[in-house]
Structure formats: C-alpha cells, structure tokens
C-alpha cells in the first residue's frame, strides 16, 4: 500500500529542504506549494519527484538562489522576462500573479519567460486561475533538451514541449497538461528505472527502428520519443511542436537558435496566457458553454462494460479533494529519493499517515 502524507507536512518539509538549501522562505514555501499541488492532482513525474533535481541544481549553482528577474519588453497586457536562471516555480508564479493582477482590465494578458529553470508541471499553477475565474494556456519548452524526434526523422529535435490548459467550470474546471509526445520523458526515465517496457511503442532508436524498450532512448547516441500520434499521424504532433517552440522560444527571443543555449541544462522557456472571459461575454455563460460540451462528452454511449466518457480535469480534481482530505499518495520512490536530501540538509521527513 501507498504511504499517504498530510498535505501540511509535505508542505512544510518541501519548503524547509529549500529553505535549507539557500532559498528564502518565502520562496522556498511557493516551490513546496507548486510541486505538492502536482502531486495533488496526480501529475506524479513533475511533483515532488522534481524536487531532488532541483535541491542539486540550488546546490551546483546552476539555479540562482537570490535575485529577481530581468524585464526586457511590457506592453501593459504582454510582457517579457529573462529569469536568469531563478528557480522555476517561484518566477512563473511571479508572472502568473502579475498577468492576474493585469487581467481585469485587460481582458487577456500574454506573457514570456526565458531562462526559467525548469518549472515542473504547468497544470500545478492551473487552480488559482480557474479558482478566480480565468482561463490559462501554458507551455514551455527547453531550448537545450532534444528528446522528441521530428516526424519521419529519427534524430531527436525537440524537447516534450507540454501543453496545459484550464477553463473554470461548476463542480470542476476543465484542465490537461500534456505533452507534445506520445509519452514524457519522464515516463520513460521511471520505466527504465523499474526495468520495465513501456505500454506501447513509443520509441525510436538511433537506427530508426520503433520500441517500447526504454534502452532504445537510452542509448550512445540516443533515440526519440515519438510525436504524438506516433507512426500513423505524428505529423500533428509534430506540428504542435513547432507551434509550442515558436510560442515559448520565438516570441520570447531566445532558443535553439541562440548559441548561449548551449549547456543551459533543463532551463524552460515560458509561454502563459490569462484569459478572462468577462472580457468577452459572461463568466455565467462562459460556464454554461463548458457545462454543455462536457454534458454530451460525459453522457456519449460507450460499449457496454466500457468506463464512461471521460472530460479532462475531473479525475484530478476529484482526486485532488480527495488527498487534500485523506493524505497525498506519494509515488513509492519519492521519499527514498529525498532521504538522502533530508539528512545532508538536516530536515526531518514527515511521517505517514496512520
């Protein structure tokens, strides 16, 4: 069985190993907030399983432990940022609190980042938005990472380049976070782990030949995860790369083109859009439209013995309330992974639930 964790003390552990690791508290409890909130949701790669990776990051250096971010553009409803390389839940929070802030008045605000460290799951920064009653769109993508393979190349290009988007709803808002490749490289990197297969080929070696052995990708030189729609129809998966690069990178002046991009690690470059929907009609109808599209997905046939149409964002809101009641159930190798964190940073891990 899962340990489960109340959510207070997996905040307060999180922020503290960061805290100790040179952040200020508060930032050090804003990146606690963001990787609990993907675990929350069920978003189990990108929570607190990133939270290692990032301690060593803090303690190489490679993300900034003080400082703000660099203005280079504002147009009062778009803005861009260079972070520097600040950590990367704490400077999209930044920016997502100030395009709120903005959006009121303006109706819909874009903004970019470039430089960010890696910003963990985009869906984690989703329910405040549609909390207040906004919609948001967010991607990034990673100018130095080329994991996801052009379609009918075999050479990776890309990185996974996820899409998240989330638009308030009664009962719960609609809201996904995916990436533009058959899997996440995360998906990969714990299927190899647990030496494992993955549950479809979804791979491509540096041959050209389709796997869904994780050693195909993690090879000299390496392999590709195929765009989505993989062998049939990655060309739209494809295409969605291109269009989440000439988001994130383009518009925000700075990616594969820029030769300092070069040894810029998982640093992500950000695309974020605040859309409130008061700026075009009603949030009341704007539901309402939500309602009705997610009525006659819910209520389609199915063949019998069938699970019932799904809409995206129902299961990780509903678990979402449930852990916050019942205890967060952390992926098993979570914890073994900051056990050594917290006794190098002296902070005392948390204890399950009972």
């Known amino acids: 069985m899962t340990d489960r964790y109340a959510v207070d003390d997996l905040l307060n552990f999180a922020a503290t190993l960061f805290e100790n690791a040179g952040l200020s508290r508060e930032r050090a409890s804003v990146m606690a907030e963001v990787f609990v ?23 190489k250096g490679e993300t900034r432990r003080e400082g703000e971010h660099h203005v280079l553009n504002d147009r009062a409803n778009t803005f861009n940022w260079d972070a520097d390389f600040l950590p990367g839940p704490w400077v999209l929070t930044q920016a997502l609190d100030e395009a709120m802030a903005r959006v009121a008045e303006r109706g819909l605000v874009a903004a970019t980042i470039r430089r960010s460290q890696h910003i963990g799951s985009a869906a984690a920064y989703c329910p405040k938005i549609v909390e207040a009653g906004y919609a948001a769109l967010i991607t990034c993508s990673t100018p130095s990472e080329n994991t996801v393979s052009a379609y009918g190349g075999i050479d990776p290009v890309f990185s996974a380049n996820p899409i998240a988007f989330a638009a308030p709803a009664d009962d719960y808002p609609l809201l996904f ?3 533009m490749s058959v899997t996440a ?29 994780p050693a195909a990708f993690f090879s000299d030189p390496p392999g590709s995860i195929l765009p989505i729609g993989g062998t049939g129809h990655g060309h739209k998966g494809y295409a969605l790369c291109l269009m989440t690069e000439a988001l994130s990178m383009a518009l925000g002046g700075y990616g594969r083109a820029d030769s300092r991009s070069a040894g810029d690690g998982e640093a992500n470059s950000i695309y974020l859009q605040i859309i409130d929907p008061e700026a075009f009609g009603s949030l009341a109808d704007f539901k309402r439209e ?26 990780a809101w509903r678990r979402r309330d449930e852990q916050r ?30």
């Open 290 to 315: 939500i309602a009705a599209v997610r009525d006659l997905c819910e209520t389609s046939r199915v063949r019998e013995g069938d699970d019932r149409v799904r809409v995206p964002g129902r299961n």
């Open 37 to 59: 909130e993907a675990d929350l949701l069920g978003f189990t790669t990108h929570g607190m399983n990133r939270i290692a990776s990032n301690l060593g990051w803090l303690e």
């Open 185 to 213: 490289g995360g998906y990969v990197a714990r299927a190899a782990r647990e030496g494992r297969k993955l549950p479809e080929p979804c791979l491509k070696s540096n041959t050209g030949e389709i796997s869904d052995d």
């Open 325 to 354: 009641r019942e205890g967060v159930a952390l992926y098993p190798t979570i914890m073994d992974d900051l056990a050594p964190w917290a006794k190098k940073l002296s902070v005392k891990p948390p204890e399950p639930l009972t």
């Open 177 to 179: 976070d995916i990436s």
